[in-house]
Every structure is written in C-alpha cells, then in structure tokens.
C-alpha cells in the first residue's frame, strides 16, 4: 500500500494508524503546496482533488477521506483493537467520534489556515473550538482514550488535528483531560515514529 500524505496535515491520523496496525506501507510525500511528488508526477494527476490522505492499495484502488481510510486499515489488523468489529454498537460510536472530530474540529481550523480570513473572523472559529473542546475535555475526563481503554483510530485522528492549536494560537491549557490524551497519545512509538518520518520532530 501507499499512504500519499503532507507533512502535519490529517493525513497524519491513518499514517499513526498505519503504524499502530503494524503493517506495511510506504509513505509518499504529497505536498499541498506544489502538489508534486518527490520524482516530479503532478499529485493531481493521482487524486484530482488534490488533498490527503490518499490511500493506493496494492491492487491500485485509491481509497479518499481520512475516516473512511483509518477505518479500512482497522479492519485489515483486528487484534490490534484500533476499531470494533463492524456492526455493533461500539462501531457506530467510533463513527460517531470520527464524525466529530471531522466535522465540529478538523473542519473549524480550516479558516485558520487561511491568510486571507480577517482576524474578526478566525476569532469565531476559534470561540467554536473553544466550545467544542470544554466538552471534548469533559468526555476524557476518567478515559485514557476516546472509546475507553484502548487507542482506536478516532484517537489518532483527534492527536492530528489537535497538534495544530499550538501553531493557530488555540489555547487548550484549561481543558487538562484533553491535554493528557493529546501527551499520552504523543508518547506512543507508533506515533513517535509517524512524526519522526514526516520530519515532524525537534
């Protein structure tokens, strides 16, 4: 498999995945940038829509959109425990924090990545974070993962886009529980090894 991803983007959730699931892939550089790969080919070329991640399995089908793509390597590796089996409740519950994260948080930073949004208008953003993550923070509390017990695939998720509030100046200091999540999944080598590759390390 090939897993197309940039640098700290979401792609970097079913890249920890894919690490945490112990199987074999490579990592290709996308960059949203300039949209080309290390040997030249136009990232467009591949996928059109021009964003990660991007999933090529072996027999060539390119599988989009990070929730769905963490979910299939899930699957591919069910000892590891990084979803529950399809069908059961447990399983629309991680769909339901995939789900989330997508929609109420990773989708809410995307103005922020915007140079062209005024200052007044990230400030509504960042209030929306601010709101969604006092109740993340409350849903961690007495969890060490998003599902319980075990890392699943939504936690991989919330570390990827929770690393940008440092960067965007999204104060998360007051919400404790969730930082604690954010530290414990860091500290994992499958996650150590993730940012070590995408040069994310200092």
Request: net charge neutral.
């Amino acid at each position: 498999m090939k897993l197309y991803y940039s640098p700290g983007a979401c792609s970097l959730s079913p890249h920890i995945a894919l690490r945490e699931a112990g199987l074999a892939f490579e990592p290709v550089l996308a960059s949203t940038k300039t949209h080309k790969l290390p040997d030249g080919t136009d990232y467009y070329d591949i996928n059109p829509l021009g964003y990660v991640p991007l999933l090529e399995l072996d027999d060539g089908t390119l599988l989009r959109e990070g929730p769905a793509i963490v979910q299939y390597i899930a699957d591919l590796a069910p000892t590891k425990n990084l979803a529950p089996a399809n069908g059961t409740l447990p399983r629309y519950r991680l769909q339901e924090w995939l789900t989330f994260i997508g929609t109420e948080i990773h989708k809410s930073f995307a103005p922020l990545f915007n140079a062209a949004m005024p200052e007044e208008g990230k400030q509504i953003f960042r209030d929306r974070l601010a709101n969604r993550f006092r109740w993340l923070d409350g849903q961690l509390a007495g969890r060490d993962y998003l599902m319980g017990e075990h890392l699943s695939v939504a936690d991989c998720y919330l570390f990827a886009v929770t690393r940008w509030t440092k960067p965007l100046n999204v104060d998360i200091a007051a919400h404790t529980h969730l930082v604690a999540h954010h530290e414990r999944v860091g500290a994992r080598p499958a996650v150590q090894e993730a940012l070590k590759v995408e040069g994310l390390l200092k």
